[in-house]
């Protein structure tokens, strides 16, 4: 357990749903992650949360909406997603400003769009 | 924009031997970092060791090291005395400016016993 927690760890949706990822770090850090990471493809940013503010968005469909409401927590909000979202989506969290800038990362969440 | 390559998707090793993981990337900057993560069958990522590109001396982990060749822009991770527990998926990542983290597509190590 490495102080980064995500709930659910499975989850399985339809195209019309609406559905919630949720991330947990324990470890004090002030920057937040998620990333994809699907079959046979680099792990792919999606957004960065620095101190509670978004600053990055790497061209992410409108369909997934990160919410940040303190340093320990951020969300991911799902609605009419696509099959070829199905995917792993991982948490990370580190602490900006110190020189190496590791990330920690969360156990991921396996999504399933039917 | 940073690209980072793993050229093997799968390797083998025998428990107790020595196997050694490749990675290639490109970046226009001096100063950036360099780390390989290891994701078991659990999933949970975990950071296996990491190298500041300043510095000239190959980072090591216990039974993991690297060659950092900066010149060449290789950062090949070397595993010694093989466990099973070292069984994974392998991914090699390099960090510019800020915390962006630009993975490779990962290599997946088999420990047979």
């Known amino acids: 357990e490495t102080g980064v927690t995500q709930t659910p760890r499975h989850l399985v949706m339809g195209m019309t749903n609406k559905k919630s990822l949720k991330c947990e770090q324990h470890l004090g850090h002030n920057a937040m992650y998620w990333y994809k990471q699907s079959a046979k493809k680099p792990l792919e940013l999606m957004f960065v949360?620095?101190?509670?503010?978004?600053?990055e968005n790497n061209s992410v469909p409108s369909r997934f909406s990160p919410e940040c409401p303190n340093s320990s927590h951020l969300f991911l909000h799902l609605h009419t997603l696509q099959p070829e979202d199905s995917a792993l989506y991982l948490c990370?969290?580190?602490?900006?400003?110190?020189?190496?800038?590791?990330?920690?990362f969360g156990p991921g969440t396996r999504l399933t769009v039917l | 924009a940073q690209t980072v390559t793993q050229s093997q998707p799968e390797m083998s090793v025998q428990e107790a031997e020595t196997v050694t993981l490749s990675c290639t990337y490109d970046t226009s900057e001096s100063d950036y970092y360099l780390f390989w993560y290891k994701q078991p069958p659990s999933r949970q990522m975990i950071l296996v060791i990491r190298?500041?590109?300043?510095?000239?001396q190959n980072a090591t982990e216990n039974r993991f090291s690297v060659n950092f060749q900066k010149a060449a822009k290789s950062f090949s991770l070397k595993i010694s005395d093989s466990q099973l527990g070292d069984a994974a998926m392998y991914f090699c990542a390099a960090m510019e400016y800020g915390n962006k983290l630009v993975f490779g597509a990962g290599t997946i190590l088999r420990v047979k016993s």
């Open positions: 990370a969290s580190s602490q900006e400003g110190q020189g190496h800038n590791e990330q920690f």
């Open positions: 190298q500041e590109a300043y510095k000239q």
């Open positions: 949360y620095s101190l509670e503010e978004r600053v």
